[in-house]
Nanobody
């Protein structure tokens, strides 16, 4: 069975930190770009960050740049999203998605992802 499983979500106070994980099962992530999306209540799903398969290029949404860090460990078949200085506006369900290819860039291409996780809820509240 091929799947992506997110973990690490939870309740955190403003200014706090969380690290999300995305682990692939049934296939290897070596040739896949990894992207994180999020969907807040009443809002459309938006791209947060992505990293190419070789790990040499990363991209961030303006709203999280400087606060979030994306990384990957192909030996563990896992991608990560480190979230620091969390704000109430970061509250959302966070989704991991992957896209096959070894291009030099990655994109928040919602319609061209090969696999999606089911999401993990991040709640930032005082």
């Amino acid at each position: 069975q091929l799947q992506l499983v997110e973990s690490g979500g939870g309740l955190v106070q403003p200014g706090g930190s969380l690290r999300l994980s995305c682990t692939a099962s049934g296939f290897t992530l070596n040739y896949y770009a990894i992207a994180w999306f999020r969907q807040a209540p009443g809002k459309e799903r938006e791209g947060v960050s992505c990293i190419i398969s070789l790990g040499g290029y990363t991209k961030y949404a303006d709203s999280v740049k400087g606060r979030f860090t994306i990384s990957r460990d192909n030996a563990k078949n896992t991608g990560y999203l480190q979230m620091d200085s969390l704000e109430i506006e970061d509250t959302a369900v966070y989704y991991c998605a992957v896209s096959y290819g070894r291009g030099a860039e990655c994109y928040f291409d919602y319609y061209n992802m090969d696999y999606w996780g089911k999401g993990t809820l991040v709640t930032v509240s005082s």
